[in-house]
C-alpha cells in the first residue's frame, strides 16, 4: 500500500485526477470504478477540464458505479447514478454503453448483481477501483460486518450510513438498503485507490490503516492490498502514528 498526504483537499484532488489521467493514458480502454459524494468531487472537477483541454481522452474507457441506494435511480435526487452522470459522464458526452451503474430498482436485486459482475468480466478487470470512506469505515456500501469475499452484492445499511446519507437529499429520504461492488472486486482490481479528505475522517482513516483488519471495519482491508493508494490530505492523515 502507498500513502500519499497532501495538503488540503484541492491538492488531494488534484493528485487523484493525475492518477487517473495516467492510468488511462497507459491504457486507454481502462476499465475505472468511480464513486459519488463529496470526497471525489473536486477529482471529477480536474479530470472535466483536463478532457476539454485535450490532455486526457475517455472515449475508449468502460466505467461501473460503485454502488447505490436500493430504490433509487438515476432520474432521482441524490442517487449514486445522478450524481456521477451530473459530474461525470454527461459534461463528457461518455456514452451509456461505456457505463454500468447497478440496477437498484430491480424486482430481482440478486440478478443486478450477476449484471454488474458480468460486465466487470466482460470488460475487466477492474484496471482501478476508487472508493471513499464513511464514517464506520465503510466502502462503498460495504457495511460493518461485510466478507472480504464478497462480489457485487445487496444488503441493509448501517444506522451511521442512513443517517449521514441524509445530507444528499433535499428532504429525508427513507434509506434502508444497498447494493454495491464487493471487497473481492477491490482485492481483483489493477489498482485500489482510498481517498479522503478532512479532519472529521482522521479518527475513521487511523483506524482503518492502523488498527485490527476486520470486517466489521471495511476499509481495514488496505492494510491487505499491496497495489493499492491511499490519498489523503493532511486534515485526513492527522491521526496516523509514523509511516505505514
Not at 472535466?48 to 481522452?57: M, N, R
Not at 452484492?153 to 443517517?163: E, G, R
Request: with cysteine; net charge negative.
Amino acid at each position: 500500500m502507498k500513502l500519499i498526504i497532501t495538503k488540503d483537499y484541492n491538492a488531494m484532488s488534484r493528485t487523484a485526477a493525475d492518477l487517473v489521467i495516467a492510468q488511462v493514458k497507459q491504457k486507454p480502454a481502462s476499465l475505472i470504478c468511480f464513486p459519488s459524494g463529496d470526497s471525489p468531487a473536486g477529482m471529477f472537477r480536474y479530470l472535466i477540464a483536463d478532457a476539454a483541454a485535450g490532455k486526457v481522452d475517455f472515449s475508449r474507457c468502460y466505467f461501473v458505479g460503485l454502488d447505490e441506494w436500493v430504490g433509487l435511480g438515476g432520474e432521482d435526487d441524490g442517487s449514486c447514478t445522478q450524481f456521477l452522470n451530473e459530474n461525470f459522464f454527461s459534461p463528457l458526452n461518455i456514452k451509456p454503453p461505456r457505463v454500468k451503474f447497478f440496477d437498484a430498482k430491480a424486482a430481482d436485486l440478486d440478478a443486478a448483481c450477476r449484471d454488474m459482475d458480468d460486465f466487470i468480466k466482460q470488460h475487466g478487470p477492474l484496471d482501478m477501483m476508487i472508493v471513499g470512506i464513511g464514517m464506520n469505515g465503510h466502502i462503498g456500501l460495504n457495511e460493518p460486518g461485510t466478507d472480504f469475499n464478497l462480489y457485487a452484492h445487496h444488503a441493509p445499511l448501517d444506522p451511521i450510513t442512513i443517517t449521514v446519507g441524509q445530507k444528499y437529499f433535499k428532504q429525508e429520504t427513507k434509506l434502508t438498503e444497498g447494493i454495491t461492488l464487493g471487497l473481492k472486486h477491490l482485492q481483483e482490481a489493477e489498482t485500489s485507490m482510498l481517498i479522503a479528505a478532512g479532519s472529521k475522517k482522521a479518527a475513521i482513516i487511523k483506524q482503518a490503516l492502523q488498527g485490527e483488519i476486520t470486517g466489521q471495519l471495511p476499509a481495514s482491508i488496505f492494510q491487505t492490498l499491496t497495489s493499492a493508494v491511499v490519498l489523503l490530505d493532511e486534515g485526513a492523515a492527522q491521526e496516523l502514528l509514523g509511516s505505514i
